[in-house]
């Protein structure tokens, strides 16, 4: 049986980027994804520049062989069936547009690891302090990195009773004649909230892609709500009549409430497997990304002593950069109706769309990118 000092189970953004931070470190990092990439994820594919820079993107190294990278420059925002407000942000890009399928096999290509991939996590058992992985690998440090239904975080219990957000989305390439029609700009996508403020749609133009989707925390009825949802762009002109109507869904959970731990006896959650996205946007490559350049840092520290007294400070470098995660499986009640009400109302306003929706929300402006 051969030997890592670290395997990562996962190799989305979160998987990648820890395998990425440890190169150099002179250890033996092994990666394995059940499938192979270039592979779709369900995602609507916004980062911030706070993620390019994190992640050292070579802009120009990234674009070549066509890969989308679309600069946005403002935003549309309001309520479904009440019209948006556009705000313009300048002309340095304030976020961008992938597409996951590029990003991801650009990031694990990249990370210097050893790769498995078509290679899912079947079996995991403990051998004294060591981790045996499918049978084949021993290791004293598993990296639960899989997403939402990371079979690591699974193992530890998690996955039971927690409220998620339930999100769908459909990602197509327009026709000539779409192109010509569609009125969404790539550099000004369209965010539309949900009436009870429970979640909110988006239309993200990326060059000739255009993605579609709405989430919310509140599973009950969610294909009811994104079929209004795309009927009602349908209606307004927004989408052509002939958009594919079959969305893909996946799960993730807000940070502030998700009951998952950071870490266990040779473990380390990184990304949606801990359930670290925004509370307020749902954005989550930004945390997935961070969480493994914390993690990374704590790991290479550690070296081979992976008990959990030496794996806290990861712990504390996220609830430094994150805050403190409310008491475990407290989610705060759905807004009342006057909140709704007030909510909005604020949805109609220049101030609240440009200031509190999109620069603190989403984009997150007032945190600045970690240092490697
Ligand atoms: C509809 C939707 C839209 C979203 N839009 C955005 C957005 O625009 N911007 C943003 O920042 N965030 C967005 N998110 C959230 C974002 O997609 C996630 O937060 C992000 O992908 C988390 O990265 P990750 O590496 O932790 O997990 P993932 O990207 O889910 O990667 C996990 C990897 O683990 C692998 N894996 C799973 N199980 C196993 C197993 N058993 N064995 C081996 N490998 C396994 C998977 O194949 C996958 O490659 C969106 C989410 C949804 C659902």
Known sequence: MERRDVVIVGGGPAGSTLAWALRG?????SVLDRRHFPRDKTCAGWITPAVVRELALDVQDYRRDGRVLQPINGFRVGVIGAGELASDHGAEPVSFGIRRSEFDAYLLGRCGAELYTGAPLAKLCRDGADWIVNDTLRTPLVVGAGGHYCPVARMLGEGRGETVVAAQEIEFELSPAQQARCPVRGTEPRLYFC????????VFRKGEWLN??????????????????????VRDGVLPADTPVRFKGHAYLLYDHAPRPLIGDGIVLVGDAAGLAYTRSGEGIRPAVESALLAARVIRAARDDVRPARLAPYVSAMEARFGRRAARDVVPPPPSRLRQALGRYLLGTRWFTRRVV????FLHRQQ???SL
């Open 25 to 29: 470190s002179g250890l033996a990092v």
């Open 195 to 202: 009436a009870d403020l429970k979640g909110y749609g988006w």
């Open 212 to 233: 579609v989707g709405l989430g919310r925390e509140d599973p009950h009825r969610l294909g009811a709500h994104v079929e209004a949802f795309r009927a009602r762009l």
């Open 358 to 361: 999109t620069e603190r929300w």
């Open 368 to 370: 600045a990118a970690l």
